[in-house]
């Protein structure tokens, strides 16, 4: 599905690959990364004040939209982390392999946001219908609302953005925590040590349970 944006905020200008690798020291891994897997980078949009309207603030003062054609159906995380250092400005990622489609946007420069590098990126599944928002009373409303429409669980309907990441960031963090005591409870052979591992699981479980909008009456 196509963006539904106006044709002011079309910008559709060809960037090459090497304004990124060639702007500092990288890897040979990483060089080797834009080179082999991305086909193509357009600036397609540019949401501003200029161009749909919106105030800017202080953290949110325009909000790209790059689409790369890539040449394989993978998403190349690191390429994103060095485009998001190298433009100063919030961007949302459509990503193009073939006739399938993805988005990633990275949550950055907002105020009162906390940090944590794990889980600062969101991706959608190839072919997701993800439904964007592109409106709202400033540029950083518009920019919560993107991020949002990454996130599953019911929080994303807090009206406190602060609150819908932090709850999102404990999410990620007990599903990890949860697939890591899974993965150490197939391997124990020692019983005892294998009952408290799984009171452990099950109470992570609990509370992920809660933070999902579940019955916090569980026993």
């Known amino acids: 599905m196509p963006l539904q944006l106006p044709n002011s905020a079309l910008v559709d200008r060809f960037i090459a690959k090497s304004k990124f690798y060639e702007r500092g020291i990288i890897s040979p891994k990483?060089?080797?990364?834009?080179?082999?897997?991305?086909?193509?980078?357009?600036?397609?949009?540019?949401?501003?004040?200029?161009?749909?309207?919106?105030?800017?603030?202080?953290?949110?003062?325009e909000i790209q939209i790059f689409e790369i054609e890539l040449k394989e159906k993978v998403i190349p995380k690191t390429v994103i982390s060095l485009i998001d250092k190298a433009i100063p400005y919030q961007i949302l990622y459509q990503f193009k392999f073939n006739d399938h489609t993805a988005y990633a946007i990275t949550l950055k420069g907002l105020e009162g946001i906390e940090k944590t590098q794990a889980n600062d990126y969101y991706f959608?599944?190839?072919d997701e219908p993800v439904q964007f928002e592109f409106t709202g009373t400033t540029l950083e409303s518009v920019y919560q609302k993107l991020i949002?429409?990454?996130i599953k669980h019911p929080a994303k309907q807090q009206d406190d953005f602060k609150a819908v990441i932090e709850t999102d960031h404990k999410t990620k963090q007990l599903e990890k925590d949860i697939a890591l005591l899974a993965k150490k409870i197939s391997k124990e052979k020692q019983m005892n040590r294998k009952v408290?591992?799984?009171?452990?699981l099950l109470n992570k479980q609990q509370q992920l349970k809660n933070l999902q909008g579940g019955d916090n009456h569980a026993e």
């Open 30 to 61: 990483l060089k080797d990364d834009f080179i082999s897997k991305i086909q193509k980078i357009t600036w397609k949009y540019k949401l501003s004040e200029s161009t749909i309207g919106i105030n800017k603030t202080n953290s949110v003062t």
């Open 124 to 126: 959608s599944e190839w």
């Open 148 to 150: 949002k429409a990454f």
């Open 196 to 200: 408290e591992l799984n009171k452990t």
